[in-house]
């Protein structure tokens, strides 16, 4: 029994060190089969990924104005123009293409940093695991959006930050300095961790000042390069220059907006409160009921991105006052921290508004601390097998939750997406003419049909019985009505507004509806 014991032990041990030693290629493998799983579920394109296959398509045409006109950040767009050259893909299976390979590259970019700030075999296992089955990265995996590329290449520059700061070299400082530039050109906010995160080099007590002023030109080198060449281009070609910029003085113009947004919307809302709230004894609150707003607005999407799972989990490395990481690592892990609080608030204040893929920035750093956490509860599980049967079957549970928690992103029935959307835009591609005017309250619905080369007036709109009455019948040929479920209008107003029946009708599993009419059709007299 011992010896059969013995050669148990030895084959799992066998394959725990296999996967431990190749994780990271497994990992990969692995996000890009959840990637093409996810577009499997929901094939439709996503509203923002309309104007970047637009763009890319101008650019393959040469036409850059028009693309500058779709899009002014063209990055992204020139990517996806490139894969499709390359490859003979598709501009959408293109961007799918890119979006798989960004999220492999997160995936290897977040194990190889735990291991790096002191993850060990066990702890890289559990990495792999939590970034994977990661609920918002799955939910995000079918959509065409450069927040993809700008969180692959974020994190990658932070783990080549941490180690310059471990073991300082050029070869460190300017793989962080290009990986977070790259950055940058998906996400203007790039440009404030490329300024501020080598700051961090402050607090680091075992560097002389000199030292320290040494380390912070190393890791802005190619900055300064590349702000001697932007000003030399700007000199040489200033219209160009200033036509095809882009966003690259967004930070600037955003900073004077903040202030002036902030404080003239600060006193609109403070109004709205005292008048709609508060009475004449109790306004002076106002302001304080004001500035909680954003804190619950930040925590419900933190809460959110990362679920009340690893929220409690994460709380409970706060609760243990316990640091994880190697000492260097710590620092720039709450530096990051701090930076990503800063810039959510920016974003916040002004409308009181965020949308979650702005969150997650902030949540890929404190995940970072997950495994690290699980590690040490699979540990005293291990010692408390023997000693405490309560601690055990907690642990048990935990497990069980956290499979749970995991398969939330992935578990999906196909056909409660967008594809049906996706059919009817494809229908009237095939079976109308180009030339036929087509109105539509889905902007999904004239991608399918061939119209992305132009901005969208009207992205996704509800329509409202009132506003059925406003449609103007005479001026098109075609109608394709986007209908959700809950906000069905009366039938018999539909009726009354086209004066006949739909000739498609394209559902979903949650029997949301796009119902496609054309003007002058007679359901009676096609039958005859």
Known sequence: MKFIQSERNSVVNRIINFCASDVRIVAMLLSFTFSY???????????????????????????????????????????????????????ESSAHLLTAFFSALLTYTFITLVRDLGGGRTTILIAAFVIIFQP??????????????????????????????????????????????????FRIEGVVFLILVPFVFLVYRDWYFLIKIKRFFQVHSLNIVSVIFLFVIALCKKEQFYIYSGRLLEPLSRLSMFWEELTVGINEK?????TMLLNSLSDEYAFTIVLIIPIIIFFDKIVKTMTPLYIVIFGYSIFKKKNYFVKKGFSVFIWVIILNIIMLFVFILPQFFLQSRFVYPLVLILFLMIPFILTDLYNKWKVSKTTNSRYRWLFYILCILLVINSLEGLVSLPGCSDSHVKDAGIWLKN?????????????????YRGNFRERPSGFRQNITEKQLETIPVNQYDYFALWLKSKNYPDPQKILSVFGTTPIQEF?????????IYKRGFNANNSME
């Open 431 to 447: 079976n109308i003419s180009p030339d036929a005017r087509l109105y539509t309250n889905n902007a999904k619905i004239k991608y």
């Open 270 to 274: 403070i109004e709205i409160v005292q």
């Open 507 to 515: 559902r979903n599993r949650e029997n949301d509806v796009v119902l």
């Open 37 to 91: 799983w996810m577009l499997y579920i929901d094939p439709a394109i996503n509203l923002d990924g309309i104007l970047y296959i637009g763009a890319a398509d101008n650019l393959l045409r040469g036409d850059i104005q028009g693309a500058y006109s779709l899009y002014s950040w063209l990055f992204y767009p020139w990517l996806i123009a490139s894969v499709s050259k390359l490859t003979g893909l598709g501009l």
């Open 136 to 185: 918002e990265l799955n939910e995000t995996r079918s959509s065409v959006l450069r927040d993809h590329g700008f969180w692959a290449f974020y994190l990658l520059a932070i783990l080549y930050f941490v180690r310059f700061c471990i073991h300082p070299c050029w070869r460190y400082a300017l793989a962080w300095n290009l990986m977070i530039i790259i950055a940058t050109l």
